[in-house]
């Protein structure tokens, strides 16, 4: 195979994969504390890389191509999303920078969120039925007539009962999706610090951070290039055919 079809397909594939993740982020445009995700590549330097081959593409650049495929991963978007004004006392939506924190099966788990709901038991849960956590543990609601206020503490008819727990991540964030809207760090030596300046907004949810109108222009980009690289493909096949047609006429 020629160096053009390495390169080619290598172009073709990776517009590919940037075009699944843009797909994913259009389907959760309006999924509340989605963020968005980022396409991003790592292709590997070696001393041969940069050197020149009058033979085409060398087999170190081939292998550089190709690996560079296997080196593709996504970058998260941990901007703040617009608010958005419920009035469902079950809505809580974070102004700044932290996560709720969430109990599931596999561990505690951080989420944006806060569109939680209460269990038969009283109890503050997620969509997805897992327990919001406060300083203490689970959050028990034993009644419709509760308030939560900036700092996160709740109150049943004026009583507190609960502080929601809040915490941040050293930054940059280095936290991986469990979920579509939850994170968990992404190794051990990752730990929670304290969330400074965070606002807890009840009756609101905070939406994805997600710019439709970028994201469809991004989207028609992609899908351009991608037509692009197929074109080149299929010309580089259309001269390697005539080539081989030529030499077998020679013989």
Same mark, same amino acid.
């Given at each position: 195979m020629?160096?053009?079809?390495?390169?080619?397909?290598?172009?073709?594939i990776t517009?590919?994969?940037?075009?699944?993740?843009?797909?994913?982020?259009?389907?959760?445009?309006?999924?509340?504390g989605f963020k968005e995700d980022r396409a991003i590549f790592k292709i590997p330097e070696t001393p041969e890389s940069n050197k020149n081959s009058k033979q085409g593409l060398s087999e170190d650049k081939k292998k550089i191509t190709l690996s560079s495929l296997q080196q593709f991963g996504t970058l998260t978007d941990f901007s703040q999303g617009k608010l958005k004004i419920t009035s469902n006392p079950m809505d809580l939506a974070l102004e700044g920078k932290g996560f709720f924190c969430i109990q599931t099966p596999g561990g505690v788990q951080y989420t944006r969120n806060g569109n939680f709901t209460l269990n038969s038991s009283g109890n503050l849960v997620t969509e997805e039925g897992y327990a919001v956590l406060s300083d203490s543990g689970e959050i028990t609601i034993n009644s419709d007539n509760f308030t939560v206020d900036l700092e996160g503490k709740i109150s049943v008819d004026g009583n507190d009962i609960a502080t929601l727990k809040i915490v941040d991540f050293p930054s940059p964030y280095n936290l991986k999706k469990a979920g579509n809207t939850s994170? $968990?760090? +992404?190794?051990?030596?990752?730990k929670e610090i304290k969330a400074e300046g965070i606002k807890v907004n009840q009756g609101a949810n905070e939406?994805?951070? $997600?710019? +439709?109108?970028?994201?469809?222009?991004?989207?028609?980009?992609v899908q351009r290039a991608f037509e692009s690289y197929q074109k080149v493909i299929q010309s580089i096949d259309t001269v390697t055919s005539q080539a081989v047609n030529e030499v077998g006429k020679l013989a």
């Open positions: 020629s160096g053009a079809i390495y390169m080619a397909a290598s172009g073709a517009q590919q994969m940037r075009l699944e993740v843009l797909s994913n982020n259009l389907a959760n445009v309006n999924t509340v994170f $968990i760090p +992404a190794n051990s030596d990752i939406m994805s951070n $997600i710019s +439709a109108i970028k994201l469809m222009t991004e989207m028609i980009e």
